[in-house]
């Protein structure tokens, strides 16, 4: 049924003449509620807002009375009360009933005209930016909710100027100035309130074109300012990345030189030969140098991890004897791994370099002086894998604390390196937060959690096939490299070992070497070559011969190689630099 839209009248009288004037209003159209009092009548208007109220004003108790209460209350203050002397006689009809009928026009009209006002002050208080609409004298004409939550005004009522502009935000009367006279937009950027806000002033023009106020509007600009942060910080990691593994490439290339030459000759030296001892200098700083580059890439993320579902205390255990021998004589080192944790997804040679660094970091916190590293694993709060690192060392003060993940940053000359920021590195990309408390004289602690392994199985390494190794002088090596210096070096190696060598200097060369010698048994493939790669070459090179074993070496972590070359028959991977013995073993390997 359709609803019924006549105008609804609360009738309040008494019992004497209340029900005659109910008659009139319903023989009139209208719609009537009745009560016998105040109280009554404010609790049927608030039930039934009714579109006006007819109020005898000589109720006992007052009407008077009754009306103030209705009005007091802001369910039923916009209603109209009409008020009328009913014992006088006789009832005027046609009076009353034009009387309420202007009244309900003039109420329904003034509502008309709040209905805009209404929705223009909800879609300014909606506005999520503070607006402030003020005159040219600075005095706010206008609020939005925004505003004041962005920018609330002093908290005593009393403050002088308390109507102005600059009573919430005080850096903005010189911008509003420069604006009314210039007569163009000023804007700033402020801290305030443990908020950035962007602030922009827009002066208002009459129709003369004189300035008569202006529009300020406050932005809350500290969530975007931290999103382009952010963006800014994965930016500089990718530039660092992308320039890393140019440096892993060409610097590993120019190792494998170094290293691959002085271990080959270093083999041939006789044991008391007064050349040993450089020779093993140069082993050792060219690793040293193989392990900057890695840490370079673990911090910058471009490293690929070999993830396995794993135990972080057992783990730990596994090379516990390394933690033990890093930590110098003058510390006590206490290992306690709790028992039960939940399983996480890890590469176990990351893991192993995070805990390394932090004890070698906590190491150098402590000096010459006596003092404790304790490394603890236990369960987080939020059902986290959590690694502690702690220390009775020097501590951080809060600018130290907040530079330690940056590359190369120390506060001592032997601290210098990539240690804590290749943590950090590897942290991000095991999707682990670090917590670092500190202060100084106080020691340290990094507290690193990895989050729980989704359910799933655990990987496992495919089965290798076990043949039996034919004589080396049976056997051919291709070698495929760019890098000159790196094709001496290993065909010397191998040579000195027995084995038949050819040479490769790109993709294209190793497929057609391949094609016309079959009695290759082996190919050494670099990763990245100009002309044709190793990750484009080893398809023609296995369409050519699918028996053939190929081995990649890669001047990147190793990981990246067989992320890309996981679909493909490859033997075995050699990461570079590689010394003349490990590049022996791993001919020996495939075979």
Request: glycine content about 8%; charged content about 25%.
């Amino acid at each position: 049924m359709p609803s019924d839209s006549r105008p609804v009248v609360l009738n309040v009288g008494d019992e004497k003449y209340r029900p005659e004037v109910t008659r009139i209003l319903e023989s009139n159209g209208f719609r009537v509620r009745e009560a016998s009092g105040g109280d009554e009548a404010l609790c049927v208007a608030r039930d039934e807002i009714p579109d006006l109220v007819l109020l005898d004003s000589s109720l006992p108790g007052s009407g008077i009375e009754a009306c103030r209460v209705l009005k007091a209350d802001p369910a039923t203050s916009r209603i109209p009360i009409l008020q009328i002397s009913v014992p006088v006689q006789p009832l005027h009809t046609e009076a009353l009933l034009e009387t309420i009928r202007a009244m309900l026009s003039a109420h329904q009209a003034e509502e008309s005209a709040r209905k805009p006002a209404r929705e223009w002050q909800a879609t300014f208080d909606a506005i999520g930016d503070g607006v402030a609409l003020v005159d040219a004298e600075g005095r706010i004409e206008r609020l939005n909710r925004s505003f004041s939550r962005l920018a609330p005004p002093p908290a005593d009522p009393s403050t002088p100027g308390l109507d102005t502009l600059w009573a919430y935000l005080p850096a903005v009367r010189e911008p509003f100035a420069k604006a009314l006279e210039t007569g163009r937009r000023e804007a700033l950027e402020i801290e305030f309130a443990a908020k950035l806000l962007d602030i922009s002033v827009d002066p208002i023009f009459d129709e003369a074109g004189h300035v008569t106020g202006a529009v300020c509007i406050a932005s809350d600009v500290s969530e975007k300012r931290h999103l382009e942060e952010q963006f800014s910080e994965s930016q500089k990691f990718e530039t660092i990345g992308t320039l890393a593994a140019g440096v892993a490439h060409d610097f590993n290339n120019l190792l494998t030189g170094i290293l691959g030459n002085a271990s080959l000759i270093l083999g041939e030296l006789p044991p008391a030969s007064p050349f040993r001892d450089r020779l093993d200098d140069i082993v050792g700083s060219s690793q040293r140098a193989a392990d900057l580059t890695r840490q370079l890439l673990a911090y910058a993320g471009k490293a690929r991890h070999y993830m396995r579902r794993t135990d972080l205390s057992g783990m730990v255990e596994g090379f516990r004897n390394l933690i033990e021998s890093g930590v110098p004589k003058n510390v006590r080192l206490s290992v306690k791994l709790a028992s039960g944790l939940p399983r996480i997804d890890a590469d176990a040679s990351q893991v192993e370099q995070i805990v390394l660094n932090l004890v070698s970091n906590a190491a150098e916190a402590i000096g010459e002086n006596s003092g404790e590293i304790h490394v603890e694993t236990r369960m987080g709060e939020d059902g986290a894998a959590v690694l502690e690192v702690r220390d009775t060392g020097s501590g951080m003060d809060a600018e130290t604390k907040a530079r330690i993940f940056d590359p190369f940053f120390t506060t001592k000359f032997t601290g210098r390196g990539l240690g804590l920021a290749a943590v950090a590195g590897i942290a991000r990309t095991h999707k682990a937060s670090i917590q670092v408390t500190s202060a100084p004289g106080r020691g340290s602690a990094f507290c690193v959690s990895f989050p729980a392994a989704e359910p799933g199985p655990t990987p496992r390494a495919p089965a290798r096939e076990t043949k039996a190794q034919p004589a080396a002088g049976q056997i051919t090596v291709l070698v495929a490299d760019d890098e000159e210096v790196v094709r001496r070096t290993a065909e010397a190696t191998l040579q000195i070992r027995g084995y038949r060598v050819l040479l490769a200097c790109d993709g294209r060369e190793a497929i057609e070497k391949v094609q016309r010698h079959p009695e290759i048994d082996v190919v050494l493939l670099d990763f990245t070559m100009p002309v044709m790669s190793g990750e484009e070459a080893i398809d023609g090179i296995l369409n050519a011969r699918p028996d053939l074993r190929v081995i990649v070496s890669t001047g990147y972590d190793h990981r990246e190689a067989a992320a890309r070359f996981s679909e493909k028959a490859v033997a075995a991977y050699l990461q570079k630099p590689y010394t003349s013995r490990q590049l022996a073993e791993k001919i020996a390997s495939v075979l």
